[in-house]
Nanobody
Framework: QVQLVESGGGFMQAGGSLRLSCVAS????????MGWFRQAPGKEREFVAA?????????SYADFVKGRFTISRDNAKNTVYLQMNSLKPEDTAVYYC????????????WGQGTQVTVSS
């Protein structure tokens, strides 16, 4: 069982930056693929970014965050990060951290989410 706790959300003006953190508890954190998702009011949850190798060497991003957001992980701290730069009002959402055992699995564990609000 993996438990995930996000932090770092808040209120930011457009063009600003925030860094989200997700701390995992449970065994074998480094073996899990980690992802960030978001859900805006009235919309479905959508994929934002993922880091799919234990050493953080392989990442993927949704097109709408490429060049602005960076996902990374620190296995020694059981933590995955989402650095968000050049924030836009449309980035306003609840951001969720998720974990899955491998690339062929569904994301199995989810955090409670952290709110990000970007003003214009």
């Amino acid at each position: 069982q993996v438990q995930l706790v996000e932090s770092g959300g808040g209120f930011m003006q457009a063009g600003g930056s925030l860094r989200l953190s997700c701390v995992a508890s449970g065994p074998s954190f480094s073996a899990y693929d980690m992802g960030w998702f978001r859900q805006a009011p009235g919309k479905e949850r959508e994929f934002v970014a993922a880091v799919i190798n234990w050493n953080g060497g392989t990442t993927s991003y949704a097109d709408f965050v490429k060049g602005r957001f960076t996902i990374s992980r620190d296995n020694a701290k059981n933590t995955v990060y989402l650095q968000m730069n050049s924030l836009k009002p449309e980035d306003t959402a609840v951001y969720y951290c998720a974990a899955r055992p491998n690339l062929m699995s569904q994301y199995r564990y989810w955090g409670q989410g952290t709110q990000v609000t970007v003003s214009s």
